[in-house]
């Protein structure tokens, strides 16, 4: 069925410095979600790309959708030590709209 | 504030024991969703529920494993005869278009805190 590859699956970066975690599909995707996750919390809801090309910014964070939609990126720059935890790229599959995740970037963030 | 409510959030129990974790979301909603996540996974979509039909099973989901949602309120997950294997983060999402008023945003999935269970 269908899935996503996530890489890296870890990062470790200095305080300031920039980070990009990539999600890619070999299939067309309908949309992509992100979202993040703490040490020993949830996940929780950053943000939806569903057009083809789409860039989304939230504060120091840049979310891309691809042209083709077989692949997005989130891109944080300046990282805190706040950005700490692990970051997920899913997208729904079905007409149950279920969730299908990556298996994630894990962000360490050294002050 | 999630908007969902799970409980317990920790259980460790001895294996072959029964357990029920329960999800309450706090506002009227249509679309249920349990999840399990392992150490150094993403979550896996175990059951979907709309309202109060089941109306789609992983085949993660064992003949040990049962979900309600009887009022298509609340729900429950319940694992018999649990095994090591079952350790795990259970999550419960909903996915709602709110009713006015309330706080959650269109279209937004929300994961409640999860219940984490510990088969010894």
């Known amino acids: 069925g269908q899935q996503v590859m996530q890489i890296p699956q870890y990062q470790h970066v200095q305080e300031g410095e920039d980070f990009t975690t990539y999600c890619n599909s070999s299939?067309?995707?309908?949309?992509i979600q992100w979202y993040k996750q703490r040490p020993g919390g949830h996940p929780v809801f950053l943000i939806q790309l569903v057009k083809s090309g789409e860039v989304k910014k939230q504060k120091r964070l840049t979310f891309q959708f691809g042209e083709a939609k077989k692949n997005s990126s989130l891109h944080i720059t300046a990282t805190q030590t706040t950005d700490v935890g692990t970051y997920f790229c899913?997208?729904?599959?079905?007409?149950?709209?279920?969730?299908?995740w990556g298996l994630g970037t894990s962000l360490a963030v050294n002050p | 504030d999630t908007g969902v409510s799970q409980n317990p959030r920790h259980k460790i129990t001895k294996r072959g024991q029964n357990v029920t974790f329960r999800c309450d979301p706090i506002s009227e909603h249509n679309r249920l969703y349990w999840y399990r996540q392992t150490l150094g996974q993403g979550p896996e979509f175990l059951t979907y529920f709309q309202n109060e039909a089941q109306l789609e099973k992983s085949r993660l989901l064992s003949d040990r494993f049962s979900a309600e949602r009887p009022k298509g309120s609340f729900s429950t997950l319940e694992i018999q005869r649990t095994e090591q294997g079952d350790s795990a983060m259970y999550l419960c999402a909903l996915n709602t278009t709110p009713n006015p008023g309330t706080p959650l945003l269109g279209n937004t999935i929300y994961f409640g805190e999860g219940s984490w269970l510990t088969v010894v």
């Open positions: 899913a997208f729904n599959a079905g007409n149950n709209r279920k969730l299908i």
């Open positions: 299939t067309t995707l309908s949309n």
